[in-house]
């Protein structure tokens, strides 16, 4: 289940509205959820809801999708990405991504010090180059220029 990128892209364009439309000097809420529906050709396919937390430099973002319309009858499992890490200066600096479809779970860890990407996936460890500017899925919805 794939949101499209005219989703996720209203999600970023809501997300960035609300920023300026507040005081541009005030800290965002320490908790913000937001729920959308994803759809494919017209047909509801999940109920999304994700949720951003963060405190003393670090954060957190859980997205959760149910399945919605003829995917909610699907023996798919829970469906859910999670990302800890450092807010900084330049944004949200990831440490931890999780991703879980049913029983399949991916995971990749971020050793900045170390320029490390680790990937963990049915068992099988890669390790790959860390570009100074990387995001997961979740903080890169998050990240605004």
Do not use: C, N
Not at 65 to 79: E, I, N, S
Request: charge should be positive; aromatic fraction near 6%.
């Amino acid at each position: 289940m794939r949101a499209s990128r005219t989703t996720r892209h209203l999600v970023a364009a809501a997300v960035g509205l609300t920023v300026l439309l507040g005081d541009v000097h005030a800290a965002p809420p320490a908790r913000t959820t937001l729920v959308f529906g994803l759809q494919r050709d017209g047909q509801p396919l999940a109920e999304v809801t994700e949720t951003l937390t963060h405190r003393d430099g670090r954060y957190e973002i859980v997205s959760e999708a149910k399945g919605r319309g003829v995917a909610a009858m699907l023996p798919l499992g829970p469906y859910r990405r999670e990302s800890r890490g450092e807010v900084t200066p330049d944004g949200l600096r990831p440490e931890v991504f999780r991703d879980q479809r049913g029983g399949r779970v991916a995971e990749a860890t971020f050793d900045w010090s170390a320029r490390a990407l680790t990937t963990l996936y049915r068992g099988r460890a890669e390790s790959h180059a860390l570009d100074a500017v990387t995001h997961d899925r979740l903080t890169q919805v998050y990240t605004f220029a």
